[in-house]
């Protein structure tokens, strides 16, 4: 095999190994994305929940705290 067919064999193999290594990051970082959203929507509802159950439990003669 003469050097310059190795050297393309080379490129080959790098291009090969870029575009892998590009597919899979462009899986991983969407999948990131979705994870970390999801514990934010979980944490929110959580968040959410709390605060009806405590106004449920709130009898009609108690008024509201002052939001500011």
Known sequence: ???PERQL???RHEAKTHG???MLWMLWVPSIGIVSGLL???FAYR???RELERRARRTPSQPLPASG
């Open 20 to 22: 892998a290594q590009w």
């Open 9 to 11: 064999l080379v490129r």
């Open 40 to 42: 934010v929507m979980l």
């Open 1 to 3: 095999m003469t050097k």
């Open 47 to 49: 968040l959410l929940s």
